[in-house]
């Protein structure tokens, strides 16, 4: 594995996974450090999105091993994860649309005091531009896909998460409102949370992650720095065995 | 102004009642995603056990309204935990079949329980309820009354103060939209669902309690019909949204109500038409008209494609020689069983089968309509009532021949299927449900009593065929009327299997997945929606006719509205999508209803009734339906076809060994 680290943020030993007869994970091992910036990548069907739903707990685990922020997770419930520090942000928007902003940033930022809730609702109302801020009494199912997905990531950040992981943050967006959704990530791995992003395209990675896990049928088949881009478009196009 | 001060101070304690469960019908439906038939058989249930406990030595009003406050939440927390939260998030269908089936046999099981009906409870707070505890302009307000409008007042206040609340109230607002979002936001789903069950499941007991003590009648089943039907319209004009309007649309509709009944004078031919069907043409004017109704199920779960897909259908997982098997046996098969019924089987067991397979006939239109235009309609019954009595008023009174007569009773079904299918043409859904069941109540309170259709109570003979195509059946009655009335059922089976199978079953599915797409696809969905409704329609009445027939005689009582959802419940959860699902369940429900017959009628001092406890055994078969909602049957071939392909191909097949491995 290249960049390890000492403690782990999320391992998979050997994780099996399926959607009722359809298997979507086949004996996946990977690990990713505290701390650590991972892009997860591979064709349509490979398992990406299922590896984030596993993490989280949406989609249990049939056998193998998961541990997650230190603790074996196979059938964890998501709530509890999330309580542990573990956000999701899945494929689409992953707000509620018939809650307002300030509504569904409320629900996003937990905390375990009034304070802290104050606190982090502050902070997250905060991260929003001029616009979204003035529209926080306005249901989200009202936004424009961008708008949504940048409340979604803001209200992700604000739930100070020690592991976040990111399911095609910037599908269907403008090219500016991309950028705009990979900053707020970059931030996020700043300030030193385990940030796994599923994508698709190479260039999005490359400045924000330090590694690649590529996939193929449920598999980890090429895991690399994500500069290694010969590499990881060789394991994509399927010209390169497991690595 | 007394007069009308009276009738508005009358009123309002319905209006209170209406309110409650208005409020409870839109706090499921936006928590849970549930619109909950059940709440007047909940409601109903609850008083029963108020009404028991104060028959059976609970001193005071309030205890035992504090005992059915417990008993209550502690139900709607078993029905999430034993049956709501089984079905995946996204299938509104299995939910509505699960709420019906609860409405089916609910009051069943405590009719079962609590044979004689119980008698007037008191009040909560008023030992003497109906003795005027004020005056207001010389007007009574009695104790009754109090209690109605102050409880609703108390527990609406209760109500708005906990959705308030960040820690209930946006929780229960966000877990309608995607249980599994909300769970990613570090809430429990199953609580906040479970919760909000509770409340609704309390909420009814309140609602029927208090209900109950104004109406000052009786504690009947019959009496909840017009509280669901109101509160049905009240929560409509909310558009299942919006919780202050559903409790004023609820005192509303009782103070409209109320006065009608005032003003509209008894012995005016007015009053039995418009006084029952009052709330029920208020309700199909909403549905027509209401936008929000008409967009009520266009959300969909984001996180919807993390459940599983449904399972692969039997069909594609038989071996070749299977189907060639059953190509080459199936008439010789159905010869050996007919000709086994007119040797063997007694006369009674005759006449069941044939019931049985008049109702596969009404049961087929299910097939189409809900099976394979994904419409769940409660009006079949109604359509086989209006086949039935134009079969019965065209053979007695114009005399034609009684098959033609059955002929002309399906298409004067199908264009009442025409009548339904114009306003559905905005629908989809939920709402279709609510129009039909509002069509079928309209069709039992105002068509069926009529004397020009069912000549009253005293009803209207139906003869059966004496002879067809030179055949004479008079000699063997009831074995040549099995004859044909299977004959005709295989026929009407055959014609909904092409339609299954062909460019129209095609086009009907696409219609039922993305009415959006399909519509894209070049599909005409007005034409098909409309072809499909007068379709299905024409075999309920057709159905309606043989059945009819089997009976020799047709009343007001035959097509009630109440077997409606029964019937619907019995098909969809045995198999709505294939022919022998309808088959399978026409011919269940009228063996073992025969069968239970020879019971004993008493058991221990409880009565029991044959229909009821059919109904009961058929009902149970919905709560399979959460995880089988592809019907019993079908799970059935499916076990049997993997069974088959190991043992003949000595192999797994790539989807049998794929679903072993789940």
Redo the contacts between chains.
Sequence with gaps: MAGALSVSALVFQDVHA??????ALNGLTASIAEGESVAILGRNGAGKSTLA?VA????PVASGHLSVLGRSVART???VL??MGV??L?E???L????TIE?NL???V?GASRSARRRRLAMALGGLNDELRSRRRTKAGLLSGGQQRLVAVTAALA?EPRLLLCDEPALGLSPVAGDEVYAALGRARDLGCALVVIETRLDRIEHLCSRAIVLEKGVAVYDATSSDQGGILDALTGSRGVS | MGVFFGYVLASIPYGCAFSLVAVGLVLTYRATGVFNFAFAAEAYAATVVYSELISHGVQRGWAAAIVVCVIAPVFGALLDFGLFSRIAPGNRTAKTIMALGLTVILPQIVETAVPSNPPVPPAPFFSTSFIPVWRIGGDPVFGSAICEVAGTILVLIGLVLLLRTRRFGLPIRAAVESPKLLELSGVDARWVLRFAWMISTALAAVAGVLYQVGSGATVDPQNYDLLLVVSIAAAALAGLRNLPIAALGGVLLGLAEGLVQGYVPSSSIWYPALVPSLPFLFLLVLLIFHPTLRHLEDTIDPMASIEPPPPVPAVAMRPPIVDRTIRRMRWPFLGVVVFGVILFVPADWTEALTEGAALSIVFLSITLLTGLAGQLSLAQWMFAGIGAFTTAQLAENRHWPILLAALAGALVAGVAGLVAALPALRLRGLPVALLTLCLALLGDDLLFPTSWVSNGTSGVPVPRPSSIFGIDFSSVDSEGFFVLTVVVMIAVAGIVHLLLRGTTGRALTAVHASPIGASSSGVQIRRMTILVFMLSASIAGLGGAFYAMNQQTVSQDSFVYYFGPIYLVVVVTIGATTVEGAITAGMAFALINNALMNVPQSVGGTQLHSTALTVILLSLGAFTYAKHPEGIVEYAKRRLAKTVFRAVEHNDHPLVSAEDSA
């Design positions: 399926q959607y009722g007869p359809y298997k739903r989280s707990g949406l989609v419930a998501p709530h999330a309580r956000v999701h899945p689409g928007v992953g509620f649309s018939g809650l509504e409320v629900l996003r937990g739930a």
